[in-house]
């Protein structure tokens, strides 16, 4: 049956390919970062209608932007109406007529399409001939939705109410065939792990090594994520006098106790001895020598960006730009030294990780504290097919400990409202006044004792790394915090250029020995 909305779809897709206006329109979607260039050569592989009703059509485009060493595939569902759902809604123009287009995730349309979908286990064929399918259990009917949320996240979530429960739902908007989060979770839930939320179901589109996991369905839980909780905890605590029985300080560092607990748990839930895609097994030379090459590229690719910006006053001060790059060439034997330990995990095991950890990733549940990790689809950075790679588990105990790091350089930043130059101000901390002196140092000796409290009782409860002598595995934690903080770098300057600071403070404190010293 042709759809009234037919020829605007069309158009939209051809808008996908060529039109700058479009495309700066989804440049603005917090989601989008660079993947879309000005300059980037989109094609638009598949499309397939998902709702129309009214005045409003739901459409999902497949797409794949393309750079010269790059091909990222992108889920787009757009919702195309006749009348402006929405003041930020991109104008289309059909021949005489214009239409309106929105993120449909956003859409009340979309969340019962996708409620109804689940409850039917529905499979819709594509534009190309491929097929969209619902797998999971149904979700009860439909009731309400919550504005999306995401952050800077690569991801959007949606809140989904329905007469059965409440549901999150995860749209993915940069795709990777080798996305293991559906499994993951999957698995955790049979196996009962108390410390994920529970599994409901999946869409994807095609089938085989091509498979694409578009949206993963999961309970939507009571709770804060870490890094919000600890980061407005201390911000109370600088800006107030502690209240009579409240111990914030104590209480955090016996979460990061916690947690290292609840990591090595994870770690054990995501290993089979018997052969198949969760088999542990050995971290070799060759992978150390890709992973030295990988932070080394990143260091490259900052370095390179550092030096864009210093010639042009747009993301970053130049001056600024030009001091960082300074700092980095100061200390790049240091930092090749340092990476050099990645060595130290040759011979032990690799497996089946979270593989992007950090506070961000692990939820607090406000009735009880409990606590769950959530987002286990890898590092949005990583090539197309990496994310999923098996690494040595001591990896996640040094991400996590490079995210109490940006809690403290978080907090650092708003007490002392110092902008982007703030970590600056932190490293060379002797020549501040009395008072944000004292408040950097009881930062940092929080930060200290949050990663130690946190990697010694991983180590405690881990399964992995009982003959490992302590120091040897700091030292190899302290490996995988500088290969992590290079990726920050990266990251940050491509993205949030305001916090690049933070890691670079972080890759300076690494290589100078200050940071993570038990």
């Known amino acids: 049956m042709s759809s009234r909305f037919e020829r605007a779809i069309d158009l939209l897709g051809e808008a996908l390919r060529r039109s700058s206006s479009f495309r700066s329109w ?59 759902l929405d003041p930020d809604a991109f104008d289309l123009a059909v021949g005489s007529e214009r239409f309106f287009v929105t993120e449909a995730e956003g859409r009340e349309s979309y969340a019962r399409f996708l409620v ?24 009860g009917a439909y009731r309400s939705l919550s504005p999306p949320m995401g952050g800077a996240s690569s991801n959007l979530l949606s809140g989904i109410a329905t007469t059965d429960r409440e549901v999150m739902f995860k749209s993915y908007k940069l795709l990777d065939p080798g996305n293991r989060e559906p499994a993951i979770l999957e698995r955790l839930h049979r196996r009962r792990f108390p410390h994920v939320p529970r599994f409901l ?26 890094f919000t909780w600890l980061t407005e905890g201390w911000s109370a605590v600088l800006s107030h006098p502690p209240s009579a029985g409240s111990d914030f300080e104590g209480t955090s560092l016996d979460l990061a106790g916690a947690l290292g607990e609840a990591t090595a748990a994870l770690h054990e839930a995501l290993i089979d001895r018997r052969p198949g895609p969760f088999r542990v097994e050995t971290f070799s030379p060759k992978d150390a020598q890709a992973a030295y090459r990988g932070a080394m590229s990143n260091l490259e690719d900052s ?62 549940s406000t009735p009880d504290g409990h606590l769950c990790f959530i987002d286990f689809e890898g590092e949005p950075e990583r090539a197309v097919g990496q994310r999923s790679v098996k690494l040595p588990p001591l990896r996640d105990v040094a991400t996590m400990n490079r995210s109490f790091s940006y809690v403290t350089q978080t907090v650092w930043r708003e007490s002392l409202t110092g902008g982007v130059t703030a970590p600056l101000r932190m490293m060379d ?15 940092l000796v929080w930060e200290t004792e949050a990663m130690v409290r946190f990697s010694r009782r991983y180590l405690a409860c881990s399964m992995f790394y009982r003959e490992l002598r302590l120091e040897e595995a700091f030292q190899a934690i302290r490996g995988w915090m500088m290969e ?12 949030r250029p305001h916090n690049f600071m933070i890691p670079l403070e972080g890759v300076v404190s690494l290589a100078t020995g200050k940071a993570f010293v038990s």
Request: glycine fraction near 8%; include cysteine.
């Open 429 to 443: 901390r002797q020549s501040l006044p009395a008072g944000n002196r004292s408040v950097a140092e009881r930062l």
């Open 303 to 364: 370095l390179r960006i550092l030096a864009r910006y210093s010639k042009e006053a747009a993301r970053v001060e130049p001056n600024l730009a030009i001091r960082s790059r300074e700092i980095l060439f100061d200390h790049r034997k240091a930092i090749e030294e340092l990476l050099g330990s990645l060595e130290d995990s040759v011979g032990t095991p690799k497996s089946v990780t979270h593989a992007d950890l950090h506070l961000g990733q692990v939820l607090r």
């Open 116 to 139: 109804d979908g689940f409850r039917r286990g529905a499979k819709l064929r594509t534009h190309a001939g491929d097929t969209l399918t619902f797998r999971g259990e149904s979700l």
């Open 201 to 226: 179901g999946e869409i994807s589109l095609g089938r085989g090594k091509e498979r694409l996991v578009l949206g993963v369905a999961t309970e939507r839980l009571e709770a804060d994520d870490l």
């Open 26 to 84: 989804l440049r603005s979607r917090r989601w989008c970062g660079e993947s879309l260039g000005m300059r980037t050569e989109v094609a638009v592989k598949d499309r397939v209608l998902l709702a129309e009703a009214g005045n409003e059509a739901v459409v999902l485009f497949l797409a794949v932007a393309k750079e010269p060493k790059v091909a990222v595939p992108l889920h787009i569902p757009l919702s195309i109406s006749s009348v402006r």
């Open 484 to 495: 992590k903080a290079l990726y920050e770098l990266r990251y940050e300057l491509k993205h």
